[in-house]
């Protein structure tokens, strides 16, 4: 058993295979600065180890969502650029300020207030921002209107600020059919006109997320988000995975702590969902759904143990599941086996499990992530 894990299970992350993500990134992302999303602990693969890959591999800045995250970087000893993706609460502008961050400003009244603290903190540099501009994600930024455009202009001339650049986001760009995501590029670009018109320089544009690095390169602009992709994960299934070779960076893997021959008849776990059809061999995993399993996948999904897949059967528990490995030879205790990733040739991947469960790769590793402890190779 591995000792770093001190549970029977645990995640492997390989950080050689961030760096190659990053690096085949930056292949297609040509001259575009690159701020590397790491928010959720970096979708489940830890932050702070990411983070200093990342930057080993030349990466110039960094996207997360809470000031928590930045917090865990600034006292890692990170010095590069931190962007706040998401809205900042109020109460954290102090933050901002000591922890030197770039907040992404969606109001004229968040944009007064930052100011204003800056003054009275006596802040010596003006505090960089980017100002988002709603071009069709319906989430944050400034609407494209005669206001929204004044508004971001009004935002230019406060004191204590200096506007990095111009900042939105894709709602399709992972969709066959880019007509929408165009449409958002030509909000986006029509932004900066009128701002240059009105005597405000945009600074950076940065709209790219993982899927437009891909698919959309006239969107790469100044500064690209690569996300997913980093973690060498696709969007989804829709993009064109040749433009951009990627490896998986997360495995999951445990030991069989338990085997029990029981007879035709047998129920296994919760709710009865599962009665053995012939007298079977039944392991016990120590991985559940508050590991990130998704509950769902009792009775659907399935791991690899010595060479075979074996399905997972009965209602998976909150730290446990149980799989069935009558028809694996040789199976016995502490062998070791695989929910996610590559064993002795094959493969269970984060879109299969995602596919299972109804939901995207993304919550899967992130899920992943949380509980299990965490082995870098």
């Known amino acids: ?64 969502a809470t000031i928590m995250e930045a917090v865990a970087l600034r006292s890692a000893g990170i010095r590069k650029d931190i962007i706040l993706l998401s809205a900042t609460p109020r109460g954290n502008f102090k933050d901002v300020l000591d922890q030197n961050l770039t907040p992404v400003i969606t109001s004229v009244e968040d944009a007064r207030l930052l100011s204003e603290i800056a003054e009275r903190t006596g802040a010596k540099n003006p505090i960089p921002y980017y100002a988002a501009v709603e071009t069709g994600m319906g989430r944050l ?79 790469n602009f100044d500064v690209v988000r690569p996300g997913i992709v980093l973690y060498g994960l696709y969007p989804s299934g829709d993009v064109d995975k040749s433009r951009l070779p990627l490896s998986p960076s997360m495995s999951v893997r445990g030991y069989i702590v338990y085997l029990k021959k029981v007879p035709s008849g047998f129920s296994v776990s919760y709710g009865r969902h599962f009665t053995t059809a012939r007298e079977s061999l039944i392991a016990t995993i120590s991985i ?24 997972i059967v009965g209602t998976i528990c909150m730290d446990q599941f149980m799989i069935d490995v009558t028809d694996v030879p040789g199976v016995t205790e502490y062998d070791e086996i695989t929910v996610l990733g590559e064993q002795d040739g094959l493969a269970i991947t984060a879109g299969e499990i995602a596919e299972l469960a109804g939901t995207i790769s993304y919550e899967i590793v992130c899920r992943f992530g949380q509980r299990l402890p965490k082995i870098y190779t």
């Open 1 to 64: 058993m591995h000792n770093e894990a001190r549970r029977a299970a645990w995640v492997e992350i390989s950080l050689g295979s961030i760096a190659d993500n990053f690096r085949e990134i930056k292949r297609l992302a040509g001259d575009s600065e690159t701020i590397c999303c790491i928010k959720a602990d970096a979708y489940g693969h830890g932050i702070v180890k990411t983070a200093w890959e990342l930057i080993k591999a030349g990466a110039d800045a960094f996207g997360v």
């Open 141 to 219: 930024g400034f609407l494209y209107t005669e206001k929204g455009v004044a508004d971001i202009v009004s935002l230019a001339t406060m004191p204590h600020l200096r506007m990095k650049g111009i900042f939105s986001h894709f709602a399709t760009s992972d969709e066959t059919d880019l007509s929408y995501a165009h449409a958002q590029l030509r909000i986006f670009d029509a932004f900066a006109t009128q701002l240059i018109k009105a005597g405000v320089d945009p600074g950076q544009k940065s709209i790219a997320n993982s899927a437009a690095i891909m698919m959309l390169p006239e969107a």
């Open 288 to 311: 559940g759904y508050g590991d990130g399993l998704p509950r769902i996948l009792g009775g659907k999904g399935r791991v690899i143990v010595r060479g075979r897949y074996a399905p």
